[in-house]
Antibody, heavy 118, light 110 residues
Framework: QVQLVQSGSELKRPGASVKVSCKAS????????INWVRQAPGQGLEWMGW????????TYAQDFTGRFVFSLDTSVSTTYLQIDSLKADDTAVYYC???????????WGQGTLVTVSS | QSVLTQPPSVSAAPGQKVTISCSGS????????VSWYQHLPGAAPKRLIY???KRPSGIPDRFSGSKSGTSATLAITGLQTGDEADYYC???????????FGGGTKLTVL
């Protein structure tokens, strides 16, 4: 079955780090890029950037530089989103999505809720 | 504030037709393909339309997309209560070198 399966919800304290995983199955992992999309509470979708699944090279949207890191492990067909120095504003659902062209997301993970609260 | 402009909400009765607009500029919609997504509460977004007007297999032909200049439109005919969701347009912004989404449109089927 072609799918992206993300790791479960996380509750973190401000200042901590979190690492969200996105495991691909049912298709050749190295090829289509994986993008990350954020949805804060009551807000719309926000593009965070993408990672090249062949080279591992990440590209970040302007608002997601510095504390956000995309990485991958091709041996387990998994991409990762790490967020450091968490803030309350980082509370959101984070989605990974397979990109077939440019911002053509044909396959999405189920989303991971990250809650940052003291 | 989103780069692409969508109406916050639209509504129509079951069986009717509704259109959702997505307005941008020459750096985004004007020179790039547009895709549309349906987002039901608690679920992952689902692609409805890609490359402006292409419908993936499995998407009913009640959903259609079009693009003209710097605007795109999603049309839904034969509305069903199950169509109630948030709808987003998305494209690439060549000047920002970034993906961009509209702010989303909440569809209510009365």
């Amino acid at each position: 079955q072609v799918q992206l399966v993300q790791s479960g919800s996380e509750l973190k304290r401000p200042g901590a780090s979190v690492k969200v995983s996105c495991k691909a199955s049912g298709y050749t992992f190295t090829g289509p890029s994986i993008n990350w999309v954020r949805q804060a509470p009551g807000q719309g979708l926000e593009w965070m950037g993408w990672i090249n699944t062949i080279t591992g090279n990440p590209t970040y949207a302007q608002d997601f530089t510095g504390r956000f890191v995309f990485s991958l492990d091709t041996s387990v067909s998994t991409t990762y989103l790490q967020i450091d120095s968490l803030k309350a504003d980082d509370t959101a659902v984070y989605y990974c999505a397979r990109d077939r062209a440019t911002i053509d997301f044909d396959l999405w993970g189920q989303g991971t809720l990250v809650t940052v609260s003291s | 504030q989103s780069v692409l402009t969508q109406p916050p909400s639209v509504s129509a009765a079951p069986g009717q037709k509704v259109t959702i607009s997505c307005s941008g500029s020459s750096s985004d919609i004007g020179n790039n393909y547009v895709s549309w997504y349906q987002h039901l509460p608690g679920a992952a977004p689902k692609r409805l339309i890609y490359a402006n007007d292409k419908r993936p297999s499995g998407i009913p032909d009640r959903f259609s997309g079009s693009k003209s200049g710097t605007s795109a439109t999603l049309a839904i005919t034969g509305l069903q209560t199950g169509d109630e969701a948030d709808y987003y347009c998305g494209t690439w912004d060549s000047s920002l070198s970034a993906g961009v989404f509209g702010g989303g449109t909440k569809l209510t089927v009365l």
